[in-house]
């Protein structure tokens, strides 16, 4: 069976984002529009989907690395933040928008908080998320496998059988004109004595 590592990262958020949108459970809210994802950004996302985006990312994250927590997450979608004259630090993600797509992802039922070690708590896939990563992923691989050029095999006897057919061709056009049917030998000899009569009228004539 496929599954979601089958298929390509980017490609799978792009569609999983997609579908993300049919759930009601997820929407965006009323500070997306102008929040930044992290305080080492210097501007908000320019994507106007990019809340989905977000979220389907973190659904794929839960798939592989669950039980994961909001830190971890955190400290996943982070990146450097440039403080001028003085080297880059890493630095965090917005955990306010981590909790948030968490809560909506286990509300639409897709993931459901875990027991970890230690007694620490994190987010794991649910069966139903499960299938549906799984499901964009199959359809992924599947119109992969259609646009894939033919293999090796395939693709040397489709030459062959070109240079084949251009033989084919180039010994047409170098067969010469059918020639005229040989006389029949009855006809020849009907024909001799025709000719020496006429030979010879004409030189009585003259």
């Given amino acids: 069976m496929v599954t979601q590592y089958a298929a390509e990262p980017q490609r799978l958020i792009r569609e999983a984002a997609n579908e ?3 759930f009601e459970e997820l929407t965006p809210p009323e500070w997306a529009g102008f929040v930044k994802t992290g305080h080492f950004k210097q501007r908000p996302p320019m994507e106007e989907d990019w809340w989905y985006m977000r979220s389907a990312a973190v659904l794929r994250s839960v798939y592989r690395l669950g039980p994961i927590g909001t830190n971890k997450l955190r400290a996943k979608y982070g990146g450097k933040k440039n403080r001028g004259v003085e080297p880059e630090i890493a630095a965090k993600g917005s955990g306010a928008i981590i909790r948030k797509v968490l809560q909506q992802l286990e509300k639409a039922g897709l993931i459901k908080t875990a ?3 230690k007694g620490n708590k994190g987010r794991i896939i649910t ?3 499960r299938s549906f990563l799984d499901k964009i992923a199959t359809k992924i691989v599947a119109e992969q496998k259609k646009s894939r050029p033919a293999p090796v095999n395939e693709q040397k006897e489709a030459k062959q059988e070109q240079a084949k057919e251009l033989k084919e061709e180039k010994a047409e056009k170098l067969v010469p004109k059918e020639q005229k049917p040989a006389k029949d030998e009855k006809q020849e000899k009907q024909e001799k004595p025709a ?3 006429a030979k010879e009228v004409i030189e009585a004539q003259e």
């Fill in 115 to 117: 027991e970890k070690k």
């Fill in 127 to 129: 069966p139903k998320g």
């Fill in 195 to 197: 000719a020496k009569e």
């Fill in 20 to 22: 993300l949108k049919k």
